[in-house]
């Protein structure tokens, strides 16, 4: 890999962590703050809410100053923020914490996406598809790792891991080639052009089934395993851990593919629909632990798919705004997992202990087979 992939897929691990870092010890955050679940549901929804408001505002300011600065930005919030996690707080305050982090994560998630396209050419999807298996790996880890974190850590387990990765991950980026940014020379598409432009829309609710469903059950299913597996923490972490982990193949694999064979572009992800329904129900019934592994890793395989797709589509749209369009387009999958997240984690006050949560996810899967006939995918 070139400099710019190696800086953009170093960024999506060190952000990424954050996303997922919460959910595998939730009953642990619940007792320590004395909350229910749904609140703990919240610490993931604030960081997507700040994440939402940066979208469009960080992709400008990634297509005037680069991609790099912005990235060195977004890991630097993150470090503070974590640190000042780790003092015995209320809920309140914790909440507080993780709405600053979630505009680090934007600019960070942002900025790793562009940085990893830099120079990337007609090998954009499978430059992006690299930089989505780095990000998820960085949440895939977070799951595996945290869980394991609790004996030495107790509830402090994500907040600790999360300032460890980011002082680590700053230094190395700094030493990344620059990137420059296109100063005030270029006019960037007013925010309502964007969002309402149909390949855009089209776009991001392929990425909201895809990136915003893995993001909402990587952060669930540690609980749901628990509760109505009768699975071990530990256990139930790894488990969860390969819906993101898994991507780490298929996002870059899903952008090779459609390098490669462009026309199988729309089967692909036709495919990904349907077997990250059929995963989630698989992962909702907790059969067992050979079964659960084997739904969750499926479930990882369907959503990294459309990932590099996405981005490159973006990006294709608005070549002169890479930033703001991809920014646009990813405010669907965010919001998607501002509302989903917690909606999901009410349903384990339902009967079933969480699985109508996973059931609707499933069912919604399915349904965005109805975008494909009209989905429109930006050439080279």
Wanted: aromatic residues 8%; hydrophobic residues 55%.
């Amino acid at each position: 890999m070139t400099g710019p992939r190696i800086g953009g897929c170093l960024v999506g691990f060190s952000i990424s962590w954050n996303i997922a870092n919460t959910g595998p010890v939730a009953t642990q955050l619940a007792h320590r703050y004395g909350t229910s679940l749904g609140v703990i549901g919240l610490l993931t929804t604030v960081l997507f809410f700040t994440e939402l408001l940066v979208m469009v505002p960080g992709g400008r300011a990634i297509d005037r100053y680069g991609a790099k600065r912005v990235a060195l930005l977004g890991i630097a919030m993150m470090l503070p923020t974590n640190l000042l996690l780790l003092v015995p707080t209320s809920v309140v305050a914790a909440l507080a914490l993780r709405a600053f982090g979630g505009l680090g994560v934007g600019f960070g998630f942002l900025a790793g996406a562009i940085y990893a396209q830099a120079g990337a050419g007609r090998s954009a999807p499978l430059a992006s598809g690299i930089y989505g298996g780095s990000s998820l790996a960085g949440g895939g880890a977070a799951l595996a790792v945290v869980p394991q974190l609790v004996p030495a850590f107790s509830w402090r387990a994500p907040y600790a891991s999360g300032a460890i990765v980011a002082a680590l991950a700053l230094p190395l980026v700094a030493v990344c080639p620059k990137t420059p940014g296109q100063g005030a020379e270029r006019s960037v598409p007013p925010f309502k052009m964007l969002m309402a432009d149909a390949r855009i829309v089209r776009l991001g609710l392929v990425a909201s089934v895809s990136f915003g469903f893995s993001v909402i059950l990587g952060n669930w299913v540690v609980t749901l395993l628990e509760r109505s597996g009768g699975l071990g923490r530990g256990r139930a972490g790894a488990i969860a851990s390969l819906i993101l982990i898994v991507g780490i193949v298929s996002r870059p694999g899903g952008g090779l593919m459609a390098r490669a064979r462009p026309e199988l572009t729309r089967s692909m992800l036709a495919a990904s629909f349907v077997v990250g329904a059929l995963s989630a129900v698989g992962i909702a019934l907790s059969l067992g632990s050979a079964v659960d592994a084997v739904a969750a890793a499926f479930a990882g395989l369907a959503a990294g798919v459309p990932f590099g797709i996405t981005i490159a589509g973006a990006t294709r749209a608005y070549p002169g705004a890479a930033g703001a369009a991809v920014g646009a387009m990813n405010t669907y999958a965010v919001l998607t997992i501002v509302c989903g997240a917690p909606l999901v984690g009410l349903s384990f006050g339902l009967p079933g202990r969480g699985r109508v949560g996973f059931a609707v996810i499933a069912a919604l899967w399915a349904a965005a087979l109805a975008l494909l006939p009209r989905l429109e995918f930006a050439r080279a």
